[in-house]
């Protein structure tokens, strides 16, 4: 337990540095929506018709969140989520204090947990304060959402975000101590533009391409503009995948120190 505060208390500030930073972004978003409804109401048909080939104009408030604000809040929050993930492993290496805790006898297996716990718990925190900073934007210009679809897709979001921390974790052991944290950014990037990149394109190869990316199975444009069905075969590759991660990243790292 005390292990487990520590390192939560090594992250806190990142934690609302983010959390701050990125939910202030959608705030501002979605207390936008009345004026950009205004502006939609007034663009000429000839624009209207360009709108429509990029997913058309929002009906609703909950439409606007997902085409303008969930994208933003995906990319940055799972960016957060990798370098979190990366640096549970690359900062106490860098500081010396695995060894330190090595000797004094906190075994692998429970920092690893320790470690495993930590991400989780982060990464919950970081999404619940998305989560209610942008239902509280929609109170305030008093637009009726669906609270359903909305927790829905926060729900699939924060296991995203998860992903992405677990594989900046594996990630971290795999690589050289010397490494910095911003390496983290391998992860989320790439994934985002193969996704955007599959859902622009008419060519079957490059569509199919979304399903190695987490960001399909919690794309806010399917879930809360389209409402269809989520990608289930990219949910469950990465539900596998992490459960895959969490086991093999405490072998790997079993080899990484040879202290105990």
């Known amino acids: 337990m005390s292990l487990y505060l520590m390192m939560l208390k090594r992250n806190h500030k990142a934690l609302w540095l983010w959390s701050i930073s990125v939910s ?57 989520a990798a370098m979190l993930g990366f640096g549970l492993i690359s900062a106490v290496e860098k500081e010396k204090t695995a060894e330190m805790l090595y000797t004094q006898g906190v075994s692998k297996k429970r920092f690893h947990l320790a470690n495993m716990i930590t991400l989780l718990t982060l990464v919950i925190l970081f999404s619940c304060v998305q989560a209610m900073v942008g239902f509280f934007g929609f109170m305030l210009i008093n637009e ?51 996704t955007i990149i599959s859902s622009l394109t008419n060519e079957d190869w490059l569509k199919n391409l979304k399903h190695i990316s987490p960001f399909t199975f919690s794309d806010p444009v399917v879930i809360l503009k389209e409402q269809v069905g989520i990608d289930l075969i990219s949910l469950y590759v990465y539900i596998g995948l992490s459960l895959i991660i969490v086991v093999s990243t405490y072998f790997i790292y079993r080899k990484r120190i040879h202290l105990l």
């Open 24 to 80: 202030s972004m959608v705030f501002l978003v979605i207390v936008l929506y009345p004026f950009v409804k205004d502006v939609y109401a007034a663009m000429p048909e000839e624009v209207m018709v360009i709108l429509e080939q990029f997913g058309g104009i929002p009906e609703d408030a909950l439409e606007y969140y997902a085409t303008e604000g969930a994208m933003m809040l995906q990319l940055f929050g799972a960016i957060y």
């Open 144 to 194: 009726n959402i669906n609270i359903g679809h909305y927790l829905y897709f926060q729900l699939l979001n924060a296991f995203m975000y998860l992903v992405m921390g677990l594989i900046g974790y594996l990630l971290a052991v795999s690589l050289k101590p010397a490494m910095k944290q911003m390496v983290a950014l391998i992860v989320p990037l790439p994934l985002y533009i193969i």
